[in-house]
């Protein structure tokens, strides 16, 4: 595993396990599975109604606490300072756990400077190791940025090899701020699994698609949180820090990136 670290030195997994849709008996399980192949780094939400299983599935796992790094967000009915405050509470009693390792912003939102100020105050009280937001473009980012008492260690936005937005990345890291894909996979909106040239460079290191296009994100500095109901997926997903891409092929398929994003985010 490789880790990236965070402007406030918190050790953040390049690779985690995303887990929207997984949700009850069936989810607990494929989560569990996901800790026993290795994956160290858990994305849920309050919007993914998964966090119970999320944190049973930490306990089934048997690790102690300190080894999975779980990701929460806080999204639109926590819409004011007050509601956010109390909605951080419910996130890690739901967990079963005393604090996340990350608490992000999960979109922008009218109220996004009350939710925000609420979010510092648990990463303050130790609620929280460290915070951010997601789906923030550069302009919604710099505005915060100019707002907050806390700046952002992470941001997480759709980015994947058609979409990567390099720029973004580059203009957060200046400021401190980790750039974390969502859909590396493109939520299957592209058949990025017979993308040839990824195919192709994926035959001249023993690897998959799916592991080239992970390669490509984390070697652009871009942390991963690829989602797999399957084991042996979640295996091959896994399988990505044994090798290096070349600067010829990073380029090759950085060439196969559009101006605009699949999913309509402005
Ligand atoms: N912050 C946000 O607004 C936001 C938005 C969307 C997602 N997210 C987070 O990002 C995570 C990842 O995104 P995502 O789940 O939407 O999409 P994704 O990871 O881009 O794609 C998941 C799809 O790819 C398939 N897949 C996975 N590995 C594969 C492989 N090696 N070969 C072929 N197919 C493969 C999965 O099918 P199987 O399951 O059948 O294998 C599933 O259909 C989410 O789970 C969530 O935690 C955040």
């Given amino acids: 595993m490789e880790y990236f670290t965070l402007w406030n030195g918190v050790q953040m997994p390049a690779l985690g396990f995303g887990t929207w849709t997984l949700r009850g008996q069936q989810g607990r399980e494929c989560i569990r599975q996901a800790?026993?192949?290795?994956?160290?780094?858990?994305d849920t939400a309050r919007m993914y109604e998964n966090e119970e299983a999320v944190g049973q599935a930490v306990k089934d796992s048997g690790?102690?606490?300190?080894?999975?790094?779980?990701?929460?967000?806080?999204?639109q009915p926590?819409?004011?300072?007050?509601?956010?405050?109390?909605?951080?509470?419910?996130?890690?009693?739901?967990?079963?756990?005393?604090?996340?390792?990350?608490?992000?912003?999960?979109e922008p939102y009218p109220e996004s400077?009350?939710?925000?100020?609420?979010?510092?105050?648990?990463?303050?009280?130790?609620?929280?190791r460290a915070i951010g937001v997601s789906?923030?473009?550069?302009?919604e980012y710099n505005t915060l940025v100019k707002q907050c008492e806390i700046r952002p260690a992470v941001n997480q936005v759709e980015s994947h090899i058609y979409y990567p937005r390099l720029a973004l990345q580059k203009a957060m890291a200046a400021q401190g701020t980790r750039m974390q894909s969502w859909a590396p996979f493109t939520e299957g909106r592209r058949d990025l699994f017979h993308e040839p040239v990824?195919?192709?460079?994926?035959?001249?290191?023993?690897?998959?698609?799916?592991?080239?296009?992970?390669?490509?994100?984390?070697?652009n500095g871009i942390a991963v949180i690829p989602k797999s109901v399957r084991r042996a997926r979640?295996?091959?997903n896994f399988a990505v820090f044994d090798f290096t891409l070349t600067g010829e092929e990073l380029a090759q398929i950085g060439a196969l990136q559009g101006p605009d994003s699949l999913f309509g985010w402005p």
């Fill in 63 to 75: 690790l102690p606490r300190q080894e999975v790094f779980l990701t929460t967000k806080l999204w």
């Fill in 198 to 219: 990824l195919l192709e460079i994926g035959r001249a290191h023993r690897k998959s698609a799916a592991q080239v296009a992970l390669r490509y994100l984390i070697q």
């Fill in 35 to 42: 800790l026993a192949v290795g994956y160290r780094l858990l």
């Fill in 135 to 139: 789906n923030f473009n550069e302009e």
């Fill in 78 to 106: 926590s819409n004011s300072y007050q509601k956010a405050k109390a909605d951080i509470d419910r996130s890690l009693q739901a967990l079963g756990t005393d604090y996340v390792d990350l608490l992000l912003l999960h």
């Fill in 234 to 236: 979640m295996e091959e």
């Fill in 113 to 128: 400077a009350g939710m925000y100020r609420a979010m510092e105050e648990a990463c303050r009280a130790g609620k929280a």
